[in-house]
Structure formats: structure tokens, C-alpha cells
């Protein structure tokens, strides 16, 4: 369903690592979210989405516009910019997290 989409949308204030706004842009799909996890880390304004406050129904509304009035979103070019790794990456940046977290 997500490749049938024009854009993803996730208004969301509370979230982790958003699986699904990484199955969006690993699907192509430009991405409007909200910075709330780690979706500030994946989302890159005018690369593959944009970036909105939460909370804020008309920076929301206005981004939605943006995305959809943008012709030249390359899907390929969306999917294969996602840079997560591997899982010994991710296993990698986990680790580190909780490390410095209980370090602190």
C-alpha cells in the first residue's frame, strides 16, 4: 500500500525508531513526519520529505502541499539514500546508545 501512495504521512509525537516511516522511504515514498525519534535522522527536508513541528496541523498541511505539487521525486533514488546498514551496524549503534546512556 505504501508504494501506491503518493507520499507518507506520520503526524506523530511520540515514537522510537518510526519502522514505519523507514518502510516508506525504503519503499520510495517521500516522507511528512514530525522530528519525534528517530525520524529526523531518516527524513531529510527536500531530499525525501520534510520535516514538520508537532503538533502543527497547518506546517503539516503545508508540507503535504509541497510533496504532492513536487513533480521530480526520484522513488530509486529515495529508496537506495536510506543508510541504516547492516544489522551489525545497527546491532553497533544500539550498543552505543545504551552505553552512553548508562555512562550518563
Known amino acids: 500500500w505504501v508504494q501506491a501512495a503518493d507520499v507518507f504521512a506520520l503526524a506523530t509525537w511520540r515514537e522510537g525508531c518510526g519502522n514505519a516511516v523507514l ?5 520510495g515514498r517521500p516522507v511528512v513526519t514530525t522530528p519525534a525519534g ?3 535522522h531518516f527524513v ?18 503545508a508540507a503535504l502541499e ?8 526520484d522513488a530509486e533514488a529515495i529508496s537506495t539514500g536510506l543508510e541504516v546498514g547492516g544489522w551489525d ?6 550498543l552505543g546508545f545504551f552505553r552512553e546512556r548508562v555512562g550518563a
Do not use: Q
Not at 23 to 27: D, L
Not at 89 to 94: E, K, R, W
Open 44 to 61: 531529510r527536508d527536500g531530499v525525501n520529505g520534510c520535516i514538520v513541528p508537532i503538533d502543527d496541523a497547518e506546517a503539516t498541511a
Open 23 to 27: 518502510e516508506a522511504v525504503a519503499s
Open 66 to 73: 509541497r510533496v504532492l505539487a513536487r513533480t521530480d521525486w
Open 38 to 40: 528517530d525520524n529526523a
Open 89 to 94: 551496524d545497527v546491532a553497533g549503534d544500539v
